[in-house]
């Protein structure tokens, strides 16, 4: 070890705090500039850390599947009785549905419809959530080595959760549908009125410019509208919960704070997607991913 | 910017260099916590901000154990982590040292509620701060609705926190060293 004196290392000392605050005030300054300047960083110790989070999120999954066993025991003689009626109700939709499915079948044999392209699922566990108040995001543990590729769409089986923004080789981070910097082209389904499903930190993002707005009511299923290229059509994502001068607020399907298993999909619309271009390039400061560009100009014009 | 680091000499020499450790330890476990998983309702968002609880705490009674670098590379794991902006978690907990050194004197050797009051000004401070640091950022006014909430919850966690943080502090840095003095 250096022998430094005194008066030198007391120096050292003084001046490091100073130094370490100026030094993250230029770090936040240099990557709010430059998004992609930290990617490289962020993957490589996403997935270095992705093992160790994902055994530490293994004892809470734990606890909560013996609460949820305690819980289902207590209320078990309600919910049999509640499960045999559904099935009931269930059994007549299930002859309902296979008869459509024959109809189905039938008529895009008679239409020649082109078949939708193959989609292959990929299943991870949330392994870590954002933990503060200014991002949506969470990190499953899949990555590149599982097939997981940017700007793929994650979901569960209630409905759209958000997409892929930076995937390393053993984790992957989800922009969240209500983070700050998600944009997603929606339609109101029925009507197919398009709109943006914009996030704001809240646990209800908000719906801009929509086509008609007055035709709006709560309780519109929102889904994917399929343009930009980067979500497939017809995803469900959520509800309208809210219209009026303020504005109207989808209330998602998927319940985002309580994440357990997503999926990640391959709809074999990625190849869409730009890799990180150099911010020059990019206009606007909303963009937190290249992928930005690609969902936000298809704001239909009011 | 004239910040003084109040440095070893006035305080006992901590031999064992496990326990040196702990401080160091014990942040980083907290940091960690904050971003695991938990199946809450809306528990991403209202996370306490346990990280800065273990930040003043040791500020507050063992600075020199929890250096500014230590801080610089927990703040910074903490934002690559969560996919923040890089070198706000770094920033928060290295302005967070910065102000309890500057007002240590207030707090030391005082009863808990005092200490309380000062986490409450220090830590909800910087909370607020933080919220206004993101709304320029983004350039947009955030609702500082989930802000208050978390700051509130974050203050009424730290007694508990501190309660933790304390018990640690004695059995494991100052109870070793007075039993061998005895």
Not at chain 1, 200 to 229: H, Q
Not at chain 1, 241 to 266: C, F, I, K, N, T
Request: with cysteine; proline share 7%.
């Amino acid at each position: 070890m250096i022998r430094l004196s005194p008066q030198l290392r007391a120096g050292i000392q003084r001046s490091t705090l100073p130094a370490l605050i100026l030094l993250s005030g230029a770090m936040l300054v240099a990557g709010k500039t430059d998004q992609t300047m930290f990617e490289t960083l962020r993957t490589g110790l996403s997935d270095v850390a992705a093992p160790a989070l994902d055994v530490a999120s293994r004892p809470l999954r734990a606890a909560e599947a013996a609460i949820d066993r305690v819980r289902g025991f207590i209320g078990v003689y309600q919910v049999n009785r509640r499960l045999e009626e559904e099935n009931q109700r269930l059994l007549q939709w299930q002859q309902v549905a296979l008869k459509l499915t024959t109809e189905n079948r039938q008529l895009q044999g008679l239409l020649k419809v082109v078949p939708d392209r193959a989609v292959s699922y990929v299943t991870a566990r949330v392994i870590a959530n954002s933990g503060g108040a200014y991002v949506r995001t969470v990190m499953i543990n899949a990555g590149s080595q599982a097939g997981l590729a940017r700007g793929q769409a994650v979901i569960t089986g209630d409905g759209l959760v958000g997409r892929l923004t930076e995937v390393g080789s053993r984790a992957a981070r989800v922009l969240l549908i209500t983070d700050l910097n998600s944009r997603i082209p929606v339609k109101i389904e029925g009507s197919n009125t398009g709109a943006v499903l914009a996030g704001d930190n809240s646990e209800r993002p908000r719906l801009l410019y929509v086509g008609s707005p007055e035709a709006l009511k709560i309780g519109d299923r929102v889904v994917t509208s399929g343009e930009g290229g980067v979500f497939p059509p017809d995803l469900p994502v959520g509800m309208v919960s809210a219209v009026g001068p303020a504005g109207p607020r989808v209330e998602p399907y998927v319940e985002l704070s309580q994440l357990g298993y997503v999926l990640a999909v391959d709809y074999g619309l990625s190849g869409a997607l730009p890799q990180p271009v150099p911010p020059a390039v990019r206009p606007g400061r909303k963009s937190k991913a290249a992928s930005e560009e690609l969902q936000t100009p298809a704001q239909p014009a009011r | 910017m004239a910040l003084r680091e109040f440095t070893a000499p006035e305080l006992p020499r901590v031999n064992s260099n496990a326990a040196r450790l702990v401080p160091i330890l014990t942040t980083t476990i907290a940091a960690l916590v904050a971003i695991l998983p938990l199946q809450i309702p809306g528990y991403a968002a209202l996370t306490p901000a346990l990280a800065l609880m273990a930040v003043y705490h040791w500020t507050l009674y063992r600075p020199d154990l929890l250096p500014s670098y230590a801080l610089f590379g927990i703040g910074l794991g903490e934002d690559l982590l969560t996919g923040s902006l890089v070198g706000v978690g770094a920033l928060t907990l290295l302005v967070t040292r910065a102000v309890v050194l500057r007002s240590r004197r207030h707090f030391v050797g005082r009863s808990f509620p005092a200490v309380w009051a000062g986490f409450t000004l220090v830590g909800g401070g910087m909370m607020l701060g933080l919220w206004a640091l993101h709304c320029l950022l983004e350039s947009s006014l955030i609702n500082p609705r989930n802000t208050i909430f978390r700051m509130v919850l974050t203050i009424a966690v730290f007694p508990a926190a501190s309660f933790l943080l304390g018990s640690t502090q004695r059995v494991l840095i100052d109870g070793p060293r007075l039993m061998r003095r005895r």
